[in-house]
């Protein structure tokens, strides 16, 4: 296919993905409301258990819609992410050979399903853990001394949510990144298996840099990649076995020369 074509196919990927997004948008901040009360539910279960009348606040006329806005532009990527890949697939599947699109579907297939164990895992288990820690710092004040209580603002919160969703899943995109890269020859298994240490320093310095600033999301971050680069590790072994085996039935397969 001639370099123009290939533009104007490029073009009209953009284009459906571009429109999907469009449409997802819309029907998101429909449920905008919906989706934020999602997000918030963490934070309101914690809150019920403190007791008394909790609230969230927001200080300028236009924070709240412009939040929902987000909400709705974040949730539309989220669900239009599977078509989004699908339309990148059909735009590269065509210049592969079989083989090669056999080795590239299961990755494409992976990377929605790990973003969203990331997502999950960041949900159910690290925001009750981190927003109890935060809620400790709260006091009841006393003579001489003026209570400290949380009124979260609505865009704040939702900065921070979708901080933490992203950061868990791209770091949980790891095992592709790397298998990837193993199978290009980038990288190798016992490469990886030799600069361990290192990794387990970066996993600590990412989840620093990605998460706020406390010990509970950090750690809730850093452990996971450390088991998730173990992981890529056996991956990069299975590639190379693979990578292997098709070297030695080439040979086999060959017609002896004349």
């Known amino acids: 296919m001639p370099l123009l074509e290939h533009l104007v196919e490029l073009r009209r990927r953009l284009v459906y993905s571009f429109i999907a997004i469009i449409?997802?948008?819309?029907?998101?901040?429909?449920?905008?409301?919906?989706?934020?009360?999602?997000?918030?539910?963490?934070?309101?279960?914690?809150?019920?258990?403190l007791g008394g009348d909790r609230r969230m606040i927001y200080t300028s006329l236009h924070e709240?819609?412009?939040?929902?806005?987000?909400?709705?532009?974040?949730?539309?990527?989220?669900?239009?992410?599977?078509?989004?890949?699908?339309?990148?697939?059909?735009?590269?599947?065509?210049g592969l050979y079989k083989h090669e699109k056999r080795a590239f579907l299961p990755f494409l297939v992976?990377?929605?399903?790990?973003?969203f164990i990331g997502g999950a895992l960041v949900y159910y288990m690290i925001f009750p853990l981190a927003w109890k820690f935060f809620l400790g710092f709260e006091s009841a004040g006393g003579e001489g001394m003026l209570?400290?209580?949380?009124?979260?603002?609505?865009?704040?919160?939702?900065?921070?949510?979708?901080?933490?969703i992203f950061a868990f899943g791209l770091c949980f995109e790891l095992p592709v990144v790397m298998t990837l890269l193993a199978r290009a020859g980038m990288v190798s298994a016992a490469g990886m298996a030799a600069k361990r240490r290192y990794a387990i320093v970066l996993a600590f310095v990412a989840a620093a840099i990605l998460t706020p600033p406390d010990v509970i999301s950090q750690i809730g971050l850093a452990i996971p990649t450390i088991l998730l680069y173990e992981v890529s590790i056996l991956?990069?072994?299975?590639?190379?076995?693979?990578?292997?085996?098709?070297?030695?039935?080439?040979?086999?397969?060959?017609s002896p020369a004349s």
């Open 110 to 115: 992976a990377t929605p399903i790990l973003f």
């Open 23 to 49: 449409v997802l948008f819309f029907i998101c901040y429909y449920f905008s409301a919906a989706i934020y009360a999602f997000l918030v539910q963490p934070l309101a279960d914690i809150l019920a258990t």
């Open 147 to 164: 209570a400290i209580q949380l009124e979260a603002k609505v865009d704040q919160y939702l900065s921070l949510v979708m901080q933490l």
């Open 235 to 254: 991956c990069a072994r299975m590639v190379e076995r693979s990578r292997k085996g098709d070297d030695e039935e080439e040979p086999a397969g060959a």
């Open 64 to 94: 709240a819609f412009f939040t929902y806005i987000k909400v709705a532009f974040f949730a539309a990527l989220f669900i239009g992410f599977p078509f989004i890949a699908s339309q990148i697939w059909m735009f590269v599947a065509p």
